[in-house]
C-alpha cells in the first residue's frame, strides 16, 4: 500500500467518524451544556435541507420594516384564484421566504389553480412572538387588500406555515386579536393548515421538549406562565377560530402529542379540525416533511389537495 493510498484511507476513516458524531449529537439525549452546540448543527443541517423557492414570484412590502415583505406567484387562472399564504419557520429566529417554503410546494400548488404567497416576518430577538403573529395578520390584510389587481379571491384564502410558522399561523387561526389589529375577522381566513409544529402548547412543549430547543423556546416565550399561555393556540382554541384546520406531521413524540392536544381542543370548541401523521422522525423528518409537501408521491401532498379541494371548492 503506497502512502497515498494510505492518506485516503485515513481521511475517509475520518470524515466516517465525523458523520458518526454529527448523527450522534443530533439524535441522541444531551445535557443543558450541549444546548447551543446542538442548535448550531440544527441549523447548519436545516439550511441543508432547505430548497429554494419557484421562480416566478414577485416582491411586495406589506408594511414599512425591511422584514415585511412577501413573495407573491400569480395563479395562471382567467377568474380570481384562491389563496395559499405560506409562514416559513426557523424558530422564531431564523428562516426566509427564500428558502423555506420548497419549490415542490409552490409549483404543486401553482398547477392545481391557486395562487400563492410566501411571507417574510420580523425575527426574535429583535421582535417578539406577538409582533410576529401581528406580521403574519397584516400581510393577510394586505394581500386582501391588493387581491383585485393580483388575481386573488379574497373570500378564499388558507394561512400555512411549517415549525415556528405552523405555531405561528395557528395562532392567529385561534386568537383573534391579531387579524382584528389588522381589520379583519377570523371569518377573512377559510381555514389553517400547520405542518410538523410544536409549541402549540408553550407550557408543556418548554418542560418537556428536552435541552436541543429549549433555549429557544425560553427566548421566544419567556419565562412567564400567563404569557406562554396567552400564546398557546390550544389555550386559545375556544371559539371563535378559523372556519377549518388541518395538522400534518410526522412521527416525533412531542409534535404528535401538540397536534394531539391542539386536535383535541379545537374539536372540543366544535372547529372542524383534521389531524394526519406520516412518516419520519427526528430533524430529518421535520424538514422532510415541509421540503416533500407537494410532490405527488408524498403521501401528505395527496392529504392537503383533497382539503384544500373542500375548503376551496372542486374550482379554482
Same mark, same amino acid.
Given at each position: 500500500m503506497n502512502k497515498r493510498t494510505e492518506e485516503a484511507m485515513r481521511r475517509q476513516a475520518l470524515k466516517t467518524l465525523s458523520a458518526i458524531a454529527l448523527v450522534t449529537l443530533l439524535v441522541s439525549p444531551a445535557p443543558a451544556q450541549n444546548g447551543s452546540l446542538r442548535e448550531r448543527l440544527r441549523e447548519r443541517? @436545516? =439550511? %441543508?435541507?432547505?430548497?429554494p423557492a419557484a421562480p416566478g414570484a414577485t416582491e411586495h412590502a406589506y408594511g414599512p420594516r425591511?422584514?415585511?415583505?412577501?413573495?407573491?406567484?400569480?395563479?395562471? @387562472? =382567467? %377568474?380570481?384564484a384562491p389563496l395559499v399564504i405560506f409562514v416559513h419557520g426557523g424558530g422564531w429566529k431564523r428562516g426566509d421566504k427564500n428558502n423555506a417554503t420548497g419549490a415542490a410546494k409552490v409549483t404543486h400548488l401553482l398547477s392545481r389553480g391557486y395562487a400563492v404567497a410566501s411571507i417574510d416576518y420580523d425575527l426574535v430577538p429583535g421582535a417578539t412572538v406577538e409582533q410576529q403573529a401581528a406580521d403574519v395578520a397584516l400581510a393577510v390584510a394586505w394581500l386582501r387588500n391588493h387581491a383585485a389587481e393580483n388575481g386573488i379571491d379574497p373570500k378564499r384564502i388558507v394561512l400555512m406555515g411549517h415549525s415556528a410558522g405552523a405555531h405561528l399561523v395557528a395562532l392567529v387561526g385561534t386568537e383573534p386579536t391579531?387579524?382584528?389589529a389588522a381589520g379583519l375577522g377570523l371569518a377573512a381566513l377559510s381555514g389553517v393548515v400547520a405542518i410538523d409544529g410544536a409549541c402549540y402548547d408553550v407550557p408543556a412543549q418548554i418542560a418537556t421538549g428536552g435541552n436541543f430547543m429549549h433555549d429557544t423556546y425560553v427566548q421566544a416565550f419567556g419565562s412567564?406562565?400567563?404569557?406562554?399561555?396567552?400564546?398557546?393556540?390550544?389555550?386559545?382554541?375556544?371559539?371563535?377560530?378559523a372556519p377549518a384546520f388541518l395538522l400534518l406531521h410526522v412521527a416525533r413524540p412531542d409534535g404528535v402529542a401538540q397536534a394531539k392536544e391542539l386536535a383535541d381542543a379545537l374539536t372540543s370548541a366544535g372547529t372542524p379540525v383534521e389531524r394526519q401523521g406520516f412518516a419520519g422522525t427526528g430533524l430529518r423528518g421535520h424538514m422532510e416533511i415541509n421540503r416533500s409537501l407537494g410532490d405527488p408521491a408524498y403521501p401528505a401532498t395527496g392529504v392537503l389537495d383533497a382539503w384544500l379541494t373542500r375548503i376551496f371548492g372542486s374550482k379554482p
Amino acid at each position: 500500500m503506497n502512502k497515498r493510498t494510505e492518506e485516503a484511507m485515513r481521511r475517509q476513516a475520518l470524515k466516517t467518524l465525523s458523520a458518526i458524531a454529527l448523527v450522534t449529537l443530533l439524535v441522541s439525549p444531551a445535557p443543558a451544556q450541549n444546548g447551543s452546540l446542538r442548535e448550531r448543527l440544527r441549523e447548519r443541517f @436545516a =439550511s %441543508r435541507m432547505a430548497e429554494p423557492a419557484a421562480p416566478g414570484a414577485t416582491e411586495h412590502a406589506y408594511g414599512p420594516r425591511p422584514l415585511q415583505k412577501l413573495d407573491l406567484w400569480r395563479a395562471q @387562472a =382567467s %377568474r380570481p384564484a384562491p389563496l395559499v399564504i405560506f409562514v416559513h419557520g426557523g424558530g422564531w429566529k431564523r428562516g426566509d421566504k427564500n428558502n423555506a417554503t420548497g419549490a415542490a410546494k409552490v409549483t404543486h400548488l401553482l398547477s392545481r389553480g391557486y395562487a400563492v404567497a410566501s411571507i417574510d416576518y420580523d425575527l426574535v430577538p429583535g421582535a417578539t412572538v406577538e409582533q410576529q403573529a401581528a406580521d403574519v395578520a397584516l400581510a393577510v390584510a394586505w394581500l386582501r387588500n391588493h387581491a383585485a389587481e393580483n388575481g386573488i379571491d379574497p373570500k378564499r384564502i388558507v394561512l400555512m406555515g411549517h415549525s415556528a410558522g405552523a405555531h405561528l399561523v395557528a395562532l392567529v387561526g385561534t386568537e383573534p386579536t391579531y387579524l382584528a389589529a389588522a381589520g379583519l375577522g377570523l371569518a377573512a381566513l377559510s381555514g389553517v393548515v400547520a405542518i410538523d409544529g410544536a409549541c402549540y402548547d408553550v407550557p408543556a412543549q418548554i418542560a418537556t421538549g428536552g435541552n436541543f430547543m429549549h433555549d429557544t423556546y425560553v427566548q421566544a416565550f419567556g419565562s412567564d406562565p400567563a404569557r406562554q399561555r396567552r400564546l398557546s393556540p390550544v389555550f386559545q382554541a375556544a371559539a371563535p377560530n378559523a372556519p377549518a384546520f388541518l395538522l400534518l406531521h410526522v412521527a416525533r413524540p412531542d409534535g404528535v402529542a401538540q397536534a394531539k392536544e391542539l386536535a383535541d381542543a379545537l374539536t372540543s370548541a366544535g372547529t372542524p379540525v383534521e389531524r394526519q401523521g406520516f412518516a419520519g422522525t427526528g430533524l430529518r423528518g421535520h424538514m422532510e416533511i415541509n421540503r416533500s409537501l407537494g410532490d405527488p408521491a408524498y403521501p401528505a401532498t395527496g392529504v392537503l389537495d383533497a382539503w384544500l379541494t373542500r375548503i376551496f371548492g372542486s374550482k379554482p
